[in-house]
């Protein structure tokens, strides 16, 4: 193992933030983290666990160690008549893992498709698209506690998953490194094709059945008509919640707004999409230097070059005060700000 040090962080985040560590290591196992850990020259320095960097704005540099994980690994370690449980080390590529999936027959992350990321990350922000969140198949994960030194398994319940939430993000914050996640796949797909636009577009691809390779390429081709590529234009994909309301609030808001896009919960309440309220309050297509929102997404912030991640911020303030003031609803970031 080798440790860098003033590394440009440029290459490890989608939003292309030129931020610098002071020091820089990459691991490929537990052992290996230990030991960078055990360390005494980097034992007392502030440190970042980072996966793909697909959900992190970086807004200064960083004055200690960055530990890149990359721990790698997809094995199927048992199944029954119904399911493949299949565990993937937390530094495979999340797009990468589902494509495996799918070429295997495995259902159930298909609508998860083109989400950009490490599957390190996908429990830690209960990743969701399309109508299925992680918490659907999940079955377990792995995590090293970064003080006590053990490794300790999650199952579902552990994990207190929510909306984009879950413990790691809360009461867990900063204190674990994820080794691997399992997921329990379907080998007879249940199809979830009712939310978003995927029905129509697999009537536009000419999709003769339904399969979960036709439902993953709809998906695919939805999110690359609508979302910019981070190799392109930096950015961290939804970089806000869509917000949740009351039935009450949403009448209310409905009458003002006969348009307003909603969804009804199970729980009575309604998930309003926060790109249609960011539209509506005028910042669609917003620039201001390199930082801006996208023309064809309004959930999505993006830098156009040389943006510095305080730019950023400061644009996202005013576009949660602009909303707020609109609706009266407050919208949540779903990017870590560091």
Known sequence: MRVLENVSLRPYNTFGIDAVSRYFASFHSREQLETLLLDPQYATLPRLILGGGSNILLTKDFDGIILKNEIKGITSIREDADYVYV????????????MDCIAKGLGGL??????????GASPMQNI????????????ELEAFH???REVRVFDREACAFGYRESVFKHQYKDQFAILNV???????PVFNTSYGAIEQELERMGAKELTIRNISQAVINIRSSKLPNPAEI????????????TAETYESLKLAFPNIVAYPLANGHFKL??????????????RNGDAGVHERQALVLV?????????IVELSWKVVDSVKEKFGVVLEREVNII
Not at 110 to 119: D, R, T
Not at 303 to 311: K, P
């Open 128 to 139: 969701g698209a399309y109508g299925v969140e992680i918490k659907d198949v999940f079955h």
């Open 110 to 119: 298909e609508n998860l498709s083109l989400i950009p990321g490490n599957v």
């Open 182 to 188: 399992t997921y329990r796949l379907s080998k007879k």
């Open 303 to 311: 830098n156009y070059g040389h943006a510095a991640g305080e730019d």
């Open 234 to 245: 930096g950015n961290a994909g939804s970089f806000f919640k869509n917000p949740e309301v």
């Open 146 to 148: 970064l003080h006590d």
């Open 273 to 286: 999409a926060a790109g249609w309220l960011i539209e509506q309050a005028g910042w669609k297509g917003y």
């Open 87 to 98: 565990k993937a080390g937390a530094g495979e590529n999340w797009h990468q893992f589902v």
